[in-house]
């Protein structure tokens, strides 16, 4: 079933006011469970994932509240940057950048970019 022009404009904000007027949903990031409160229409707008988190039968769907213990806030933070901005955050933390990247075993220079 194709999916109409109609369906998609019904779906997606057409501005961040009307984004900022659908509700907020608690995203649990880490063992630790850090809390990010995030406006519902981003995530579903950004994430195939927290589209159908939040817009399915699911309980989480239900409380707007998600947990995610396998990922790190420093993953979700740039996430977050993303979707609010469009832009990713500045390098100042190359160690960071290098964890999150998966290049933990590339020599560093022992300053920030």
């Known amino acids: 079933m194709a999916t109409s022009m109609a369906d998609l404009a019904d779906a997606v904000p057409y ?5 900022m007027c659908e509700g907020i949903a ?6 630790r469970h850090k809390k990010y409160c995030v406006h519902r229409a981003l995530l579903t707008h950004h994430s195939e994932y927290f589209c159908k988190a939040l817009n399915g039968p699911w309980k989480e ?5 998600i947990a995610i213990e396998d990922i790190g806030t420093e993953e ?13 955050p500045e390098l100042h933390d190359i160690e960071a950048w290098d964890r999150i990247l998966g290049n933990s075993d590339l020599p560093h220079s022992g300053r920030d970019i």
């Open 15 to 19: 501005g961040l006011g009307d984004a």
């Open 26 to 31: 608690v995203i649990e990031i880490g063992p």
């Open 61 to 65: 769907a239900q409380e707007g509240r």
């Open 76 to 88: 979700f933070n740039i996430f977050i940057h993303w979707i609010y901005t469009q832009t990713f």
